[in-house]
């Protein structure tokens, strides 16, 4: 599933997967247990897709981030999110040495082990990329020259006339 797709809304615990496009905001389901919510325009809600975790260099995608992490430990879950804040600490600094130990709070580091293990709980993380189809481009049929086009046909019309 596309990182896009899933969102975490302010003030709700677990994460939504988009629905719908509502009058007044959107319309999510939750994954734990699947029941739809409208979640109004003024609520904060942010896309897994649009987050990115500050380093001492540029921004690195929160996909990248989970990736890592899954390649660090494959199959297996973060830290309990409910950790103390040096292991949260270092398993932040294992992941992404170079993260900004001053703009990434703990409570950032939480959110993101609790995402990682609901989204592997969930079975969707999937890292493999996916091959984009190349534009097929019809090949061109050689234009016909004047001696091998076809003679035209006359068409043949009705000879129909009305009586007045």
């Given at each position: 599933?596309?990182?896009?797709?899933?969102?975490?809304?302010?003030?709700?615990?677990?994460?939504?997967?988009?629905?719908?496009?509502?009058?007044?905001?959107?319309?999510?389901?939750?994954?734990?247990d699947?029941?739809?919510?409208?979640?109004?325009?003024?609520?904060?809600?942010?896309?897994?897709?649009?987050?990115?975790?500050f380093?001492?260099?540029?921004?690195?995608?929160?996909?990248?981030?989970?990736?890592?992490?899954?390649e660090?430990?494959?199959?297996?879950?973060?830290p309990?999110?409910?950790?103390?804040?040096?292991?949260?600490?270092?398993?932040?600094?294992?992941?992404?040495?170079?993260?900004?130990?001053?703009?990434?709070?703990?409570?950032?580091?939480?959110?993101?082990?609790?995402?990682?293990?609901?989204?592997?709980?969930?079975?969707?993380?999937?890292?493999?990329?996916?091959?984009?189809?190349?534009?097929?481009?019809?090949?061109?049929?050689?234009k016909?020259?004047?001696?091998?086009?076809?003679?035209?046909?006359?068409?043949?019309?009705?000879?129909?006339?009305?009586?007045?």
């Amino acid at each position: 599933m596309d990182l896009k797709e899933i969102m975490s809304v302010s003030g709700h615990s677990g994460l939504y997967k988009f629905v719908s496009q509502g009058r007044n905001g959107i319309i999510v389901e939750s994954f734990t247990d699947k029941k739809r919510s409208f979640i109004s325009a003024s609520q904060k809600v942010s896309s897994l897709g649009d987050i990115a975790i500050f380093t001492d260099g540029e921004e690195v995608p929160l996909k990248d981030v989970l990736k890592k992490i899954h390649e660090i430990n494959p199959g297996l879950p973060a830290p309990d999110p409910k950790s103390s804040p040096d292991a949260l600490k270092k398993f932040m600094g294992d992941v992404l040495p170079n993260y900004d130990r001053e703009r990434v709070y703990v409570s950032d580091i939480r959110k993101l082990a609790s995402w990682y293990n609901t989204l592997l709980e969930l079975n969707l993380l999937d890292f493999e990329e996916k091959a984009v189809p190349e534009e097929v481009v019809p090949e061109e049929k050689p234009k016909a020259t004047a001696k091998t086009r076809k003679p035209a046909t006359a068409k043949k019309t009705a000879n129909t006339k009305s009586k007045r």
